[in-house]
């Protein structure tokens, strides 16, 4: 069975502050794990995806995501925010061996103060 | 990536009556997703749809509820069937990529059932 946690759901950070939006998965493979944005009114839109190669993801806007297994999180994270960053966002696993199925987290909708 | 057209985008419908959502893959996907976003909430999986088979329903949806078809390998539809008011939403397909990198969505139709 997979699950993801977000642990928060509201974040507020100032614009040009640093974000961080908070990840714990569970899964019994290897998992594949995913950032996706969701502008008010909009589609899902894929920001990066994890699946065992670098630890380190770059995805696009400036976010990126570090894979830690030894804390089972994957967490999100930009360095300055803008403006347009104002979004809900999703963690999704992944069970990379078994089928396709995706598992949402619950969201975090994040507020950008001018 | 892959793109999907989802339509219709929204609609408002009279409780007893049924709704098709229709989803078309500009390419060729072994399989395709369906999802439910309830208001405020996260995503929830309600079918995987394989061409030439049954859809696989999760736990919690059935088939009466929500037949799904997929003729080929570009095309899918779900139906809302005999629709009340919790089943305002907004429903998603999805099916992976071209890439392989991740999974596309489709921009959702938003249902209001009164």
Same mark, same amino acid.
């Not at chain 1, 966002?89 to 619950?106: H, I, M, P």
């Given at each position: 069975?997979?699950?993801?946690?977000?642990?928060?759901?509201?974040?507020?950070?100032?614009?040009?502050?640093?974000? $961080?939006?908070?990840?714990?998965?569970?899964?019994?493979?290897?998992?594949? $794990?995913?950032?996706?944005?969701?502008?008010?009114?909009?589609?899902?839109?894929? #920001?990066?995806?994890? /699946?065992?190669?670098?630890? #380190?993801?770059?995805? %696009?806007?400036?976010?990126?995501?570090?894979?830690?297994?030894?804390?089972?999180?994957?967490?999100?994270?930009?360095?300055?925010?803008?403006?347009?960053?104002?979004?809900?966002?999703?963690?999704?696993?992944?069970?990379?061996?078994?089928?396709?199925?995706?598992?949402?987290?619950?969201?975090?909708? $994040?507020?950008? %103060?001018? | 990536?892959?793109? %999907?057209? @989802?339509?219709?985008?929204?609609?408002?419908?009279?409780?007893?009556?049924?709704?098709?959502?229709?989803?078309?893959?500009?390419?060729?996907?072994?399989?395709?997703?369906?999802?439910?976003?309830?208001?405020?909430?996260? $995503?929830?999986?309600?079918? /995987?749809?394989? @061409?030439?088979?049954?859809?696989?329903?999760?736990?919690?949806?059935?088939?009466?509820?929500?037949?799904?078809?997929?003729?080929?390998?570009?095309?899918?539809?779900?139906?809302?069937?005999?629709?009340?008011?919790?089943?305002?939403? %907004?429903?998603?397909?999805?099916?992976?990529?071209?890439?392989?990198?991740?999974?596309?969505?489709?921009?959702?139709?938003?249902?209001?059932?009164?």
């Amino acid at each position: 069975a997979q699950s993801v946690t977000q642990l928060d759901s509201h974040v507020s950070v100032s614009e040009g502050t640093p974000v $961080l939006l908070r990840c714990n998965y569970s899964s019994s493979y290897s998992p594949s $794990l995913f950032w996706y944005v969701q502008h008010p009114n909009k589609g899902l839109q894929l #920001l990066l995806k994890y /699946t065992s190669a670098a630890t #380190l993801v770059k995805g %696009i806007n400036g976010f990126e995501a570090e894979f830690k297994k030894s804390e089972t999180s994957f967490h999100l994270t930009k360095p300055s925010a803008h403006m347009s960053d104002a979004a809900e966002y999703f963690c999704v696993v992944s069970d990379r061996f078994g089928n396709e199925k995706l598992t949402f987290g619950t969201g975090t909708r $994040l507020t950008i %103060i001018p | 990536s892959a793109v %999907i057209s @989802q339509k219709p985008s929204r609609d408002i419908c009279q409780r007893g009556t049924s709704l098709t959502i229709q989803c078309q893959v500009d390419s060729q996907v072994t399989m395709m997703f369906w999802y439910r976003q309830q208001p405020g909430q996260s $995503l929830t999986l309600i079918a /995987t749809a394989n @061409q030439g088979s049954e859809a696989t329903y999760e736990s919690g949806f059935v088939i009466d509820k929500f037949p799904i078809s997929r003729p080929n390998l570009t095309f899918s539809t779900l139906t809302v069937s005999n629709m009340s008011p919790e089943d305002s939403s %907004i429903y998603l397909c999805s099916a992976p990529d071209r890439e392989g990198y991740g999974y596309t969505f489709g921009s959702g139709t938003r249902l209001t059932v009164v």
